[in-house]
C-alpha cells in the first residue's frame, strides 16, 4: 500500500470488480477498524458495559435516585450536569475559533447554515412528532415525552460524533451555536404547539417560559464553551500553539469520551428501577425514536453526498466531512433541555420524564453505530474535495 493510500485517500480509479469482491470489503472493513485510535476501538462495548451497570445499579440500589436528587441545578441532578459539562469542555477546547471569522467569509457557511436550519426546525419537528403519534396513539403521556425531546435541537453530543466520524468540527460549533440562539426563541412555542394544540392534550399545567430555556443552554453549553475557550487560549499563551494542538489536546481530548461513559452510567442508575418497572412502553418508545435518528441522519448525510454529486454545486462545499455535520446535527437532540423542561413540568417520576429521559439512552448507541457507518461510507463513496472527486480508501 503506498503512501497516499496509508493516508486514507485515494483518486477514485478502481474497477468496480475489485470494489465489489468479497475480499477486498472484508480488508476495508479491518482496515477501517485499524484507522481508529484504541479509545474508539473499545468506546462501543464500553457505552454497552455502562448502559447495563447502569440498570442494575438503578434496579438494586433503590436509593441512587434519591442520593442524585440531593443536589440539583435547573432541575436536574448535579451529577448529571457535572457529566455533560465535563463531556462538552475538551470537545469544545479542540474547536479552532481563530479560523471562525474566515469560515463565515465562505459563500458556503451561509448554505450549509440553510440547510441545518432546515433540518432542525422543519423537518426534525415534523418528523418526530408524526413518528410519536403514528407508534404511540395510546400512550399520551409518553407521545408527549417523545414530542419534547423532538423539539429540543442539538446543542451538546453532536460535537461528540462529529468528532468520532472525522467530520469538520469547526462548522459544527458554528451550527450548534446558532441552534442554540434558535433553540431560546423557538423551543417554548414549538413544544407548545406540538403537544397543546396538535396534540390536544388539555394541560393547562404545562408552562414552558423563555428563561428556563435559556438557562438550560446556558448551562449545556454556554459554560462548557466558556471554559473551552479560556483553555483552549491559556494553554496557547502559556506554551505555544504547536504544543496545544500536538501535546495538549490528544492528551485532554480522552477526557470527553470519559465524561461520556460517566454520564451513561449515572443517567441508567438515574433511571433504571423506572425502565425495569415500565419495560414494556419504554421499548415502544425506543421505536419512534429508532426511526427519528436513522431518518433524519440519513437525510442530512444523503443530502450534502446527492449535492456533491451535481455539477452545478460548489463541490468543495459538499464534502464528506460537511455530510457528517450536517447528519449529526440533524440527527442529534438536546436531551438535557427536553429532559430538565419535563422533570420541571410532569415531576421526576412521571411518564413524560421517563420517555425524555429514553431519548438518550436511544441516540447513544444508535448514533454510536451510525459513526461506524459513516466512516465506512466515507471509503465505499466518491466525495469531492476541492473539485476533484476521491474515494476514501479504508
Not at 92 to 101: D, M, R
Not at 369 to 389: C, H, I, N, P, R
Amino acid at each position: 500500500m503506498d503512501q497516499q493510500n496509508k493516508e486514507g485517500i485515494s483518486i477514485a480509479a478502481r474497477g468496480d470488480s475489485a470494489l465489489g469482491s468479497s475480499s477486498d470489503r472484508n480488508n476495508s472493513s479491518r482496515d477501517l477498524f485499524k484507522r481508529l485510535s484504541i479509545l474508539d476501538r473499545l468506546l462501543t462495548p464500553a457505552i454497552l458495559v455502562a448502559m447495563i451497570v447502569g440498570v442494575i445499579i438503578g434496579e438494586y440500589v433503590p436509593t441512587v435516585q434519591e442520593a442524585f436528587d440531593t443536589a440539583r441545578f435547573d432541575g436536574v441532578s448535579i451529577p448529571i450536569v457535572i457529566g455533560l459539562i465535563v463531556m462538552m469542555w475538551p470537545v469544545l477546547t479542540k474547536v479552532q475559533y481563530e479560523a471562525i471569522p474566515q469560515i463565515f467569509r465562505s459563500s458556503g457557511i451561509w448554505t450549509h447554515i440553510g440547510i441545518s436550519m432546515f433540518f432542525n426546525w422543519i423537518v426534525g419537528p415534523l418528523v418526530m412528532v408524526g413518528l410519536a403519534w403514528a407508534t404511540l396513539p395510546d400512550l399520551p403521556t409518553y407521545r408527549t415525552g417523545v414530542i419534547m425531546v423532538g423539539m429540543a435541537r442539538c446543542i451538546a453530543m453532536v460535537l461528540i460524533w462529529c468528532q468520532l466520524a472525522r467530520g469538520d468540527g469547526n462548522y459544527c460549533a458554528i451550527l450548534v451555536v446558532i441552534n442554540s440562539v434558535l433553540q431560546i426563541i423557538l423551543y417554548s412555542p414549538y413544544t407548545l404547539l406540538f403537544v397543546n394544540v396538535v396534540g390536544g392534550r388539555d394541560v393547562s399545567h404545562t408552562h414552558l417560559d423563555y428563561g428556563r430555556v435559556a438557562i438550560s443552554v446556558l448551562i449545556y453549553l454556554g459554560i462548557p464553551l466558556a471554559a473551552g475557550i479560556v483553555t483552549r487560549y491559556t494553554v496557547w499563551f502559556l506554551a505555544s500553539k504547536q504544543f496545544l494542538e500536538q501535546r495538549f489536546i490528544p492528551m485532554f481530548g480522552p477526557v470527553a469520551l470519559l465524561g461520556l461513559l460517566y454520564t451513561i452510567l449515572v443517567m441508567f442508575a438515574y433511571q433504571g428501577h423506572h425502565i425495569v418497572l415500565n419495560i414494556g412502553n419504554v421499548f415502544r418508545v425506543f421505536v419512534p425514536m429508532i426511526l427519528y435518528f436513522v431518518i433524519m441522519w440519513s437525510g442530512g448525510f444523503g443530502l450534502i453526498y446527492w449535492l456533491g454529486r451535481r455539477s452545478d454545486t460548489k463541490k468543495k462545499d459538499f464534502n464528506y466531512e460537511m455530510a457528517v455535520v450536517q447528519a449529526f446535527t440533524a440527527g442529534s437532540n438536546n436531551f438535557e433541555l427536553a429532559i430538565a423542561v419535563a422533570i420541571a413540568n410532569y415531576g421526576v417520576g412521571s411518564d413524560e420524564a421517563l420517555a425524555a429521559t429514553i431519548g438518550p439512552l436511544v441516540e447513544v448507541p444508535v448514533l454510536v453505530a451510525l459513526t461506524w457507518v459513516a466512516l465506512y461510507l466515507q471509503g465505499k463513496l466518491s466525495w469531492s474535495q476541492d473539485g476533484q472527486d476521491v474515494r476514501g480508501d479504508v
